[in-house]
């Protein structure tokens, strides 16, 4: 798509404050994004090294980060930030591991290193490892939530919980001692980090002076936060979302969050894509009568 629609156009130019784009799908906000990454450097005197913009995978991040190499001119993107939350999450730990209590050259705890280090733990403290996937998948939605140990014991309201609880304890503790994080941390320890460092914080949020997020209806409750706290008092920032596209609601996603930045940025303003490009109207005028029945903070209708 080379010219943007005059929505498209009002969402890349808009730098007055903070900005939600909702997005239907196939209404270009990739496009939106690299050509707004382009605008601030080239037209708004933002240097890449302070611009940050975040999605959900690699893929999408690698492409994103292409797809503006095209747009500049030889040594403008130098310094750009294009990356998903977690490696955004893992560079923090990296520059900031010994506050965190950990040595250079840590390691990062995948499926089976974790599925292992639990099973070892409930070998040694319940003679068995029944219920381990149940157990990791309620440690990993605490950590989304920004529940430490002590507090999920706190909390525990029947012996299951209470359970998963202490073998959470022994889990972060061992984990530790092994000087390894797992993923969910690579987002919880940054916020836990900001939250205990005010001047630490303060350093991050100078290295971010645009925050864009793509996909932000995937966000869940610690990375609202990340985003929140880097964004900081300055408010300048772009996400892009659509709450009927949200797909990770079983890793804790909350297309809630698009109605949350409502309430923290009362100067939020917000931009519709409505035009599609990718569906006939047939196509579209289906899509809408599903999508009514979804439970919106925001009401948008796809037109080809």
Request: glycine share 6%; proline share 4%; hydrophobic share 40%.
């Amino acid at each position: 798509m080379s010219r943007l629609n005059p929505r498209q156009q009002e969402a890349r130019d808009y730098v007055g404050g903070p900005l939600l784009v909702l997005a239907g799908a196939g209404s270009g906000k990739t496009s939106v994004i690299t050509r707004k990454i382009a605008h601030l450097i080239q037209n708004c005197g933002i240097r890449a090294q302070y611009i940050v913009a975040m999605t959900f995978t690699n893929k999408a991040a690698r492409e994103m980060k292409e797809r503006v190499a095209t747009l500049l001119r030889p040594g403008e993107g130098r310094g750009l930030t294009v990356c998903t939350f977690h490696n955004l999450g893992l560079n923090i730990i990296r520059k900031e591991h010994d506050k965190l209590g950990y040595k250079p050259g840590f390691s990062i705890f995948d499926e089976s290193d974790i599925k292992a280090l639990l099973s070892d733990i409930m070998q040694k403290e319940y003679s068995g490892d029944d219920g381990i996937d149940e157990i990791k998948n309620m440690i990993g939605a605490w950590k989304n939530d920004l529940i430490l140990p002590p507090e999920a014991l706190e909390k525990a309201r029947n012996p299951r919980e209470q359970t998963a609880a202490i073998v959470y304890t022994h889990y972060q503790r061992t984990l530790k001692a092994f000087n390894a994080v797992d993923f969910d941390d690579l987002i919880l320890l940054p916020v836990k980090l900001f939250e205990e460092h005010p001047d630490i914080l303060e350093k991050w949020q100078n290295k971010v002076r645009y925050l864009l997020v793509d996909e932000y209806q995937d966000t869940n409750a610690s990375q609202y936060l990340l985003v929140k706290m880097l964004i900081g008092m300055r408010n300048q920032f772009t996400v892009v979302g659509d709450d009927d596209q949200s797909i990770y609601a079983w890793r804790g996603a909350r297309p809630e969050n698009l109605m949350l930045l409502k309430e923290d940025y009362p100067s939020l303003k917000v931009v519709m894509l409505e035009q599609n490009y990718r569906s006939t109207s047939r196509i579209l005028r289906c899509a809408n009568v599903l999508i009514a029945n979804n439970p919106h903070a925001f009401e948008k209708q796809l037109w080809s």
